[in-house]
């Protein structure tokens, strides 16, 4: 429990911050030249949106661009390594897009909620907690590596879950009364 909320906890509140350093480490030194053709096109093209993203996030760290600014960051004028696109309508990281449109109070705010959500499995028995760590640690996850914050498809998902697992607990509780 303490591993998942901590962790999430990092994540929310250093994404930028680890954003430039895998940024030094993978597109600022040779470590690029050594990775395969594939690896450069889905790690290191996002790792370079991701980068440039974060250098706005510290321009406007407080209070962010406001909600959807992920849908018209200016890429225009920027020249990428790696990246070859020439639109990008949210930053691919859940993480970094809530520090870019909200800042940090953005992100304390999500911080309060992801604690008090992993706070909350403390009152599950232990083999659901199990499922439900589990779940929020993909979530988070995932999240940060690839979908825009606000997309219609992952929010449905998301609050699709909570519904689906009560009915398979539901499920599970007929099923153990019944043996």
């Known amino acids: 429990l303490n591993l998942v909320m ?19 480490f993978l597109l600022e030194t040779e470590v690029a030249s050594h990775m ?10 996002r790792l370079d949106l991701w980068a440039y993203v974060a250098g706005l996030v510290w321009e406007a ?14 890429i225009d004028q920027v020249t990428f390594a790696y990246f070859s696109g020439n639109a990008m309508h949210h930053p ?10 909200l ?11 992801w604690v008090a959500l992993v706070r909350s499995l403390g009152r599950q028995s232990i083999s659901s907690r199990r499922f439900l760590l589990a779940g929020l640690s993909n979530f988070i996850v995932i999240g940060s590596v690839s979908h825009g914050l606000w997309q219609s ?19 599970n509780d007929v099923a153990l009364e019944n043996k």
């Open 6 to 24: 901590w962790g999430g906890v990092c994540l929310i509140a250093f994404m930028p911050l680890l954003i430039s350093i895998a940024t030094y």
């Open 36 to 45: 395969d053709m594939s690896m450069r096109i889905t790690v290191l093209s």
């Open 61 to 74: 760290p407080w209070f962010g661009y406001g909600l959807e600014a992920g849908r018209f960051i200016p």
């Open 92 to 101: 691919h990281n859940g993480l970094l897009q809530i520090w870019f449109e």
């Open 103 to 113: 800042g940090a109070f953005g992100a304390m705010a999500a911080i309060v909620g």
């Open 153 to 171: 498809w992952w929010v449905s998902a998301l609050v699709l879950i909570p519904f689906l697992y009560s009915i398979a607990l539901s499920l």
